[in-house]
T-cell receptor
């Protein structure tokens, strides 16, 4: 089944404790991206990747890192999480970059205390 | 930078009533996409519009792309409880590589 998977689905952590949210897609998509969703603000892009080893900042990249060592994986790294990073995170992939349909993962709900 | 505004933020209708959400961009778009997010779920692609003035239908849903390619609308005829969720538009700019900018979404509640 074509899908985007994320892990963990739920995470409660404390300020400053490094964490990684994994994202994997099995559709051989070149384009992958990370969004955060907050009430009243919609979906805001954190980082995106056009292909392996090619990443760039989205609209809200501060406090986040990403890597794209393999085509299928695009992990999101929070090196020193803070409470303002409490949010719902979605990974997405697409075969045609921003010109095509985005396939979203199930989401990761992160709480930083 | 490019901004995409969506109105209304929230609408509560009785089952059988119609519903419309509007999307407006600060810049001309090369395409616009619509997504639906059910409560507790993730955004799911509904449709993409590319041409100026384009109208597409999916059963009770009608999507329009404005003539100037700066606005779009989604109209649902005779809503059903299964239409509950948040509807997002997402617009892509016209020059170079442009990010896909999502609107703030319209949350639809349908009472039986």
């Amino acid at each position: 089944e074509a899908q985007v998977t994320q892990n963990p689905r739920y995470l409660i952590t404390v300020t400053g404790k490094k964490l990684t949210v994994t994202c994997s897609q099995n559709m051989n998509h070149e384009y992958m991206s990370w969004y955060r969703q907050d009430p009243g603000l919609g979906l805001r892009q954190i980082y995106y990747s056009m292909n392996v080893e090619v990443t760039d900042k989205g609209d809200v990249p501060e406090g986040y890192k990403v890597s794209r060592k393999e085509k299928r994986n695009f992990p999101l790294i929070l090196e020193s999480p803070s409470p303002n990073q409490t949010s719902l995170y979605f990974c997405a992939s697409s075969t045609r970059g921003t010109g095509g349909r985005q396939f979203f993962g199930p989401g990761t709900r992160l709480t930083v205390l | 930078g490019q901004q995409v505004m969506q109105i209304p933020q929230y609408q509560h209708v009785q089952e059988g009533e119609d519903f419309t959400t509007y999307c407006n961009s600060s810049t001309t778009l090369s395409n616009i996409q619509w997504y639906k997010q059910r409560p507790g779920g993730h955004p799911v692609f509904l449709i993409q519009l590319v041409k100026s003035g384009e109208v597409k239908k999916q059963k009770r849903l009608t999507f329009q792309f404005g003539e100037a390619k700066k606005n779009s609308s989604l109209h649902i005829t005779a809503t059903q409880t299964t239409d509950v969720g948040t509807y997002f538009c997402a617009g892509k700019g016209t020059t170079g590589f442009q990010k896909l900018v999502f609107g703030t979404g319209t949350r639809l509640l349908v009472s039986p």
